[in-house]
């Protein structure tokens, strides 16, 4: 899809659909005149639309305006329109759109849309609601339903506007370049497939690239996750990719982002129930959101060393599995006594994080991992948890999230929730009973942080939409790519 801004006046756009937004009351950016504004009064005051956040309008042959439809897409209150939801309100008039088979598109970007963050969440929403799940379908006719072309009109292409549409254009297509990944069923996204596309998206942005094999693993002593893998056919890896900038800010700085990458999980003889195990396939979504979020750093080039290191297992059943009472040795030195091998993730990330912060020196370190039920009992699916141990990182993490239009609840970690991780076996158990389940496996994954400002994504409820959305489709999310990137440029600007 080509997204550009253009300068021309709405009116005189000649294209298959005009957007406009219209806020409650019926008020549109900009003011619509002629037959078009009085067919929107009527279809207000009869009830037919009411201007709510992401519902849509189609006024066929409007008058006054050379385009061949216009779309009103309901904004609710003027004053409550934010960049999070004109970037769903953007999504959804796309996902209104393509059905009908257009090809091209405008929205009028005036008023409060007329600023560089308006502009980069159009850009983001539009491509992000044209991302579908259906690429292994073979009807022809499914294919035709794509728009060609999308443009943004302003009153003026100012240098700032440009920036911020590059910059959406790149973000949404690392976001949807990690749906693609999250979205793959496992026979085809197996953990060395994963290191393939690791490779071609290193060759392609010019990263720094090492895929840590099975043998390299067992030498160092990653002994949790190869205790994970071993009842799997297909080998393990760790992938840890590396960008370096020309200049940082500060060059004592190693941002760390880890991601969980269970490319399937029956969860082992602790097995879990068939219904819904086909969505095991997104248990990478940790790990494909870091290899994304890498893709847009290595474009937009913040200025500061960013590494990403994604733990790739499958976690299958066979005569060689992990077995519930196992004791295994981490890359830190400390043992877990397996007491359930469906908690398989946190014995990955420990490795991980370990490898990160002490053979590679990170020193702040970000995880995301599809980890706990519990969290999404705790939260829904509505917010991913975020624990951490740094207040400041904390307060980064945060503000890039709402600079992302991404979600998180701080989660408490006190230390008190070590009296549930214990064992008269092995330095730690990987679960802690039934309470607290989200903040034990938090605090099971501080274990192995070696201090460093640390903090935990656990996106179990958020990585997948089991509902499609308006503006979104059905299935993966590709949530936290937003987040990592306003995180590494804030890192960059500090």
């Known amino acids: 899809m080509e997204i550009k801004l253009i300068t021309t006046a709405p009116e005189l756009i000649e294209i298959d659909a005009l957007v406009a937004f219209c806020f409650a009351g019926g008020s549109t950016l900009p003011p619509l005149n002629g037959a078009a504004a009085d067919l929107l009064a009527e279809a207000c005051a009869s009830g037919e639309f009411d201007p709510k956040p992401c519902e849509t309008l189609l006024i066929h042959r409007p008058g006054g305006l050379a385009a061949r439809r216009l779309l009103v897409a309901g904004a609710g209150e003027r004053d409550k329109l934010t960049a999070a939801l004109a970037r769903q309100i953007a999504g959804a008039a796309i996902r209104t759109l393509k059905p009908m088979k257009y090809r091209s598109a405008a929205f009028i970007v005036d008023g409060e849309l007329a600023s560089p963050a308006m502009v980069e969440a159009v850009a983001e929403g539009v491509l992000l609601a044209d991302f579908e799940t259906d690429r292994l379908k073979t009807d022809p006719k499914l294919r035709e339903k794509h728009i060609d072309r999308v443009y943004l009109a302003v009153a003026q292409a100012a240098p700032a506007m440009e920036t911020a549409l590059a910059k959406g254009i790149v973000v949404a297509g690392a976001q949807n370049f990690t749906r693609t990944l999250v979205n793959e069923p496992s026979n085809l996204m197996t953990p060395p497939k994963l290191a393939e596309h690791a490779r071609a998206l290193a060759a392609e942005h010019g990263l720094k690239i090492d895929i840590l094999d099975e043998p390299r693993l067992r030498q160092m002593g990653c ?59 997104y248990d990478m979504a940790g790990a494909a959101s870091v290899l994304g979020a890498m893709a847009a750093i290595a474009q937009l080039k913040p200025a500061v060393r960013v590494s990403a290191f994604a733990p790739c297992v499958e976690n299958m059943l066979s005569n060689n599995a992990q077995r519930p009472g196992d004791i295994v040795r981490t890359l830190s030195g400390k043992t877990v006594e397996v007491l359930n091998t469906d908690a398989e993730g946190r014995l990955i990330l420990a490795d991980a994080l370990t490898y990160a912060t002490r053979n590679c020196g990170a020193t702040h370190v970000v995880d995301a991992a599809t980890l706990t039920g519990a969290i999404v009992v705790a939260l829904g699916h509505i917010h991913a948890g975020l624990f951490s141990n740094n207040a400041a990182l904390q307060d980064l993490i945060l503000a890039a999230s709402k600079a992302a239009g991404e979600t998180f609840w701080p989660m408490p970690l006190d230390d008190d929730y070590n009296d549930y991780l214990k064992s008269p076996s092995a330095d730690l158990p990987n679960i802690g009973g039934r309470w607290g389940g989200a903040v034990t496996a938090a605090k099971f994954l501080e274990s192995f942080v070696e201090g460093k400002p640390w903090a935990h994504l656990d996106i179990a409820g958020t990585a997948w939409l089991e509902e499609g959305k308006p503006y979104l489709a059905k299935g993966p999310s590709g949530l936290p790519v937003r987040t990592f990137v306003e995180l590494a440029l804030a890192f960059g600007a500090r």
């Not at 760390?256 to 269970?262: D, N, R, W």
């Open 223 to 281: 002994g949790a996750l190869l205790g994970v893998a071993q009842g799997s056919i297909e080998p393990p890896c760790l992938i840890h990719l590396e960008y370096v900038p020309d200049t940082a800010v500060d060059e004592s700085v190693h941002l760390a982002l880890v991601g969980k990458g269970v490319t399937f999980d029956t969860g082992g003889v602790s097995i879990k129930p068939s219904e819904g195990m086909e969505k095991m396939k």
